[in-house]
């Protein structure tokens, strides 16, 4: 989307804070399952993976980092960012084995620098989580609710994700039609 239609900063949070994305809303955990369970099916099978567990970071974890709290229940090691609610760049010059993105890759304002940035902080094997839907065609597009959203400036496909898997060395696997997990090489 060109920057002169984005919402300014402070507009772009008063939608972010009416989101009820709360750490123990059963609800909203069962929801970002779809992305832990795979996860963490690959990260159990990662060398170096131990009862200490592997680093992440939840990329764009909002006010309440319930992914964070989950992954943490199950014995991983994990950081937090949000530009808006845990504002904290130190953990932006990290090295983890994986990263998370739950509803996160269609607010990007630059996503060629963003991925780019994503994929620098992963180690070689590292696994890149995505939540996000998919444009499923252009007939549809028109029509899709996801694009009234005026924070939902970036749209992406199945095509999108093979181009990323290409441009950054990695892996694609889709999971469900909203869940594509990046492997890097």
């Known amino acids: 989307m060109p920057n002169r239609f984005l919402l300014s900063p402070k507009d772009?949070?008063?939608?972010?804070?009416?989101?009820?994305?709360e750490v123990n809303d059963s609800g909203y955990r069962r929801f970002l399952s779809r992305l832990t369970h795979p996860l963490l099916e690959r990260l159990q099978?990662?060398?170096?993976?131990?009862?200490?567990?592997?680093e992440g970071l939840?990329?764009?974890?909002?006010?309440?980092?319930?992914?964070?709290?989950?992954?943490?229940?199950?014995?991983?090691?994990?950081e937090c960012f949000d530009p808006f609610y845990h504002n904290q760049p130190s953990v932006l010059v990290k090295r983890y084995d994986f990263i998370t993105a739950t509803e996160v890759v269609e607010?990007?304002?630059n996503p060629d620098l963003e991925f780019y940035e994503l994929f620098s902080m992963l180690k070689p094997g590292g696994w890149l989580g995505i939540m996000t839907k998919l444009v499923k065609s252009r007939q549809t597009f028109c029509n899709w609710h996801y694009i009234r959203d005026l924070t939902h400036v970036c749209?992406?496909?199945?095509?999108?994700?093979?181009?990323?898997?290409?441009?950054?060395?990695?892996q694609v696997h889709f999971v469900a039609d909203d869940v594509i997990l990046l492997q890097k090489i």
Do not use: I, W
């Open 12 to 21: 772009e949070k008063k939608v972010y804070d009416l989101h009820e994305n």
């Open 45 to 54: 099978q990662q060398p170096g993976s131990s009862s200490h567990g592997l």
């Open 58 to 78: 939840d990329f764009g974890c909002g006010p309440g980092p319930a992914l964070a709290a989950m992954l943490e229940e199950a014995g991983q090691r994990m």
């Open 107 to 109: 607010h990007l304002h």
């Open 155 to 170: 749209f992406y496909s199945r095509t999108t994700f093979t181009y990323l898997a290409d441009k950054f060395n990695a």
